[in-house]
């Protein structure tokens, strides 16, 4: 998957698509030439795609909104480790309820399904695979009351619609348990203004070509009314919607006069491009083959743009976590004179290794930048990213931004905990290091949360990414470098 999505971002790349990390902020549709407005700045254009999908429902039992994070979660594959040997309850009856409450059996004692209607929502198929594993109890015709506990969950109360028969759950002294939420979703469609027409679910209506009532604006996958919610329909959205999209630009064109210029690929090139692919993975522990021709062409490219040397220290133990980062360190500082590597002494103060720690040339002056743990999988990229800013190759921050860095007054140490194969922790910590790159005044530390479960356990972490500042209050969910100045300035 990652190397198709990666030659199709080449390739789109070549035929002169551009690509922007930034948030949408706002869309002006009025006349031919639309606007967006980013945090990076106005877009002009004669049509937009919306792809904004949609969000996990929230069902709004008590304790819901309270307990996000420290029992109460979305993702199976993010956060289902975190129950190893523990009790699960799955809320709800659809496809993704019944496949997920078999998937997350890898990892619980058992799963409890509560499921509001009469039977399954789902095909028959699907159920019977939930219906008849032995780890799953399923009670039909009940709806979930409350979920409560101190730090993490205790008890878990459910009714049953029919008979009224109310039933508690506690937890064996000490421990804990999970609650799953897979109660569907909800379109993402804030951005799009009043004009644009939605079926009662708030669902966008869209023609066979993906078009909107609003002239300009087409709409794609998730967001839109229909019957199947997967990655092939909504590729097949796209398609449609792309090819309506170059007629009516087209017809804009000539109506208005106005050719735009094919782009150059560095016009609105995202960071993370002329680095690893997004998702790089350590797919095996030789340093011969530790990465493909292919990605470490990509890390020259990156490395070659690096304005500063830095220093690798390495905070290693015996275990074999430490040996599959010492290969990873070596084989990035083979790659470019600007690495070197260093390995501390066993007496020096570390408690969470191994762990790489980023200095500036001198080898004594930090970075404020340090991973603990090995980073593969999706925090490959990150990590890469985050030398590069250290070393001054980012790209310029908006004036804003930097401004936000510089009222910063007081010294703050972010702990960032992510899992490997979380697809929403990468922005979190690649905002996180640029912020302590650019400021002396912030720290940014990364753990493998797997790792360290007595960290996971000090802060009661059931949900990745998760955000620690000062040894406060976590921060659950994806954050960009706006939402962390934000934090921080309300913090000061």
């Avoid at 922007?20 to 254009?45: F, M, P």
């Avoid at 198929?125 to 101190?150: F, N, W």
Wanted: charged share 25%; glycine share 8%.
């Amino acid at each position: 998957g990652t190397d198709l999505t990666d030659t199709m971002r080449r390739q789109a790349e070549a035929f002169g698509a551009a690509f922007l990390q930034a948030e949408a902020t706002e869309l002006l549709l009025d006349g031919d030439v639309k606007t967006v407005r980013t945090t990076k700045g106005d877009l002009q254009c004669c049509g937009i795609l919306a792809a904004t999908g949609a969000r996990p429902r929230k069902v709004g039992f008590d304790g819901e909104e309270q307990f996000q994070g420290h029992g109460v979660a979305y993702c199976a594959t993010c956060d289902g480790e975190f129950f190893t040997d523990k009790e699960v309850f799955v809320i709800g009856g659809g496809f993704a309820a019944a496949e997920e409450s078999v998937f997350l059996t890898k990892y619980a004692k058992h799963v409890t399904l509560l499921i509001r209607e009469p039977d399954f929502t789902c095909a028959r198929a699907v159920a019977d695979r939930a219906r008849q594993h032995e780890k799953i109890s399923i009670h039909y015709e009940t709806v979930v009351e409350s979920a409560s506990g101190d730090s993490v969950l205790r008890t878990i109360r459910w009714r049953n619609l029919t008979t009224g028969k109310v039933t508690e759950y506690h937890a064996e002294a000490g421990d804990t348990f999970g609650v799953f939420v897979f109660a569907g979703y909800a379109p993402e469609t804030s951005l799009l203004p009043d004009a644009v027409q939605r079926n009662t679910q708030g669902y966008v209506l869209t023609g066979r070509d993906g078009s909107t009532h609003v002239a300009g604006l087409y709409a794609a996958g998730d967001l839109c009314e229909k019957d199947l919610r997967q990655v092939v329909t909504a590729v097949s959205d796209g398609a449609s919607a792309a090819a309506a999209l170059e007629k009516y630009a087209a017809a804009m064109q000539q109506k208005t006069g106005i050719i735009p210029q094919m782009p150059t690929r560095t016009a609105y090139q995202s960071e993370n491009t002329s680095v690893p692919g997004e998702t790089l993975e350590n797919k095996s522990k030789s340093a011969d083959t530790l990465f493909s021709e292919e990605m470490l062409a990509q890390l020259d490219a990156a490395f070659a743009r690096m304005q500063q040397p830095l220093v690798l220290r390495l905070y290693l133990d015996e275990t074999s976590a430490s040996q599959e980062l010492r290969l990873y360190m070596e084989t990035l500082a083979t790659r470019t004179e600007r690495l070197s590597l260093v390995q501390a002494n066993d007496s020096e103060e570390e408690p969470f290794r191994p762990c790489v720690r980023i200095f500036h040339a001198d080898g004594t002056t930090p970075t404020g930048l340090a991973f603990h743990g090995v980073p593969g999988g999706h925090e490959f990229t990150s990590f890469v990213l985050g030398l590069l800013h250290a070393a001054g190759a980012g790209k310029p921050l908006e004036p804003q931004e930097q401004i936000a860095i510089e009222r910063l007054s007081k010294s703050n140490q972010l702990q960032i905990f992510v899992t490997l194969s979380c697809t929403l922790c990468p922005e979190l910590v690649a905002s996180a290091q640029r912020l302590a790159a650019e400021s002396p005044l912030v720290t940014a530390e990364v753990y493998e949360l797997s790792r360290f479960p007595a960290l996971r356990d000090k802060y009661q972490i059931m949900s990745v990414p998760c955000l620690v500042v000062d040894g406060g209050k976590p921060f659950f969910g994806k954050k960009n470098l706006r939402q962390l100045l934000e934090i921080l300035t309300v913090k000061t």
